[in-house]
């Protein structure tokens, strides 16, 4: 009886409760999404306020770097204004000194040769030494207006054809007497056939003159050897050619070897004002040879002397070098 009732009992509640729980479970359900989507907003939200924040932090990175760069440009542009003033005011002084220079050699020359009367051998000494001590003076005036021309961009290059040897030893040989006055011995290594190129026979001539004269003046005894050979074949199948200057002098520290080629640099200035010199040759010849599509290099080690090396391209290609020649 008991079990009848109730059974009458459910069946007749169940109708009733079914639409109820099937609204809680929904109630429910909804209630947790809304809770899921307020915190994915709040997620959101905080996510983009981190990326407002960076975005900010971006925006003034590159502010300052944009500020910085035109600083930079603006410092670039007035170290440049201030290169060319320098320059060009070394190459001005340097012509105004040379035109009298000139006329003090000269003049120096034709009171030796007794134009205007005779002269005693003791006054053809001092004229001697007039005569030395100007053109002395001229090759630190031309050195520096080469520095000048170069450092302004204005050094013409006119290539053509040559024996490199040939030129190599022309210009070594003018420093003989200066070799042969400190007992040093000068010696030409060249091979018996011709190095032909085609390059700035000029610019070639004043790159062994400074390199050979800079290795006779740090030689106190021994010898300065010049050696021209053909370079490698490169990538044209085409030679150039290898110019070394070798002495037996003091050699160079390796913390000044990348030094020496600053201009005005000077590794020992008691040694350099025993043996003159303004610091420029060597720095002036790297630029020569990076003008003529080369290089020049050093080996040394103090005691041992040291090897300068000119590695100079076949043929002289317009705009391997940095200043190219006038059209005037």
């Not at 290898?242 to 201009?263: N, S, W, Y």
Request: glycine content about 8%; proline content about 6%; overall charge negative.
């Amino acid at each position: 009886m008991l079990t009848a009732i109730a059974s009458v009992s459910t069946a007749a509640v169940m109708p009733t409760l079914a639409p109820r729980v099937r609204a809680t479970v929904r109630d429910a359900r909804l209630a947790r999404e809304r809770e899921i989507a307020a915190a994915r907003g709040d997620a959101l939200e905080e996510a983009n306020d981190e990326l407002s924040r960076l975005n900010a932090s971006l925006q003034e990175a590159l502010a300052a770097a944009e500020a910085a760069r035109h600083a930079a440009e603006v410092e670039r542009a007035r170290a440049e204004a201030a290169n060319r003033a320098k320059s060009d005011f070394l190459a001005v002084m340097s012509h105004e000194l040379r035109t009298p220079l000139n006329a003090v050699v000269g003049y120096a020359e034709l009171l030796a040769l007794g134009v205007t009367g005779p002269i005693t051998p003791a006054q053809v000494a001092q004229l001697e030494r007039i005569r030395g001590s100007a053109q002395h003076l001229r090759g630190v005036i031309d050195q520096i207006l080469h520095f000048a021309r170069i450092e302004a961009g204005r050094e013409p290059l006119h290539p053509e054809p040559l024996d490199a040897a040939a030129e190599v030893r022309d210009a070594a040989e003018l420093l003989r007497p200066l070799a042969e006055r400190k007992g040093l011995a000068l010696v030409l290594d060249l091979p018996p056939a011709a190095v032909p190129i085609a390059t700035d026979a000029r610019l070639l001539r004043q790159a062994v003159l400074n390199l050979v004269s800079n290795a006779v003046k740090y030689t106190a005894a021994g010898s300065v050897t010049v050696r021209v050979r053909a370079a490698a074949s490169d990538a044209s199948g085409t030679a150039g050619a290898r110019l070394d200057v070798e002495d037996t002098g003091v050699g160079i520290a390796p913390e000044d070897q990348a030094r020496v080629f600053d201009p005005f640099w000077q590794a020992a200035p008691a040694l350099t004002r025993e043996a003159g010199g303004t610091g420029l040759g060597l720095s002036v010849t790297r630029q020569i040879a990076a003008l003529l599509g080369g290089t020049l290099t050093l080996e040394s080690a103090p005691g041992r002397g040291s090897r300068f090396t000119v590695h100079l391209p076949a043929v002289l290609a317009p705009g391997d070098g940095a200043a190219e020649t006038p059209t005037a």
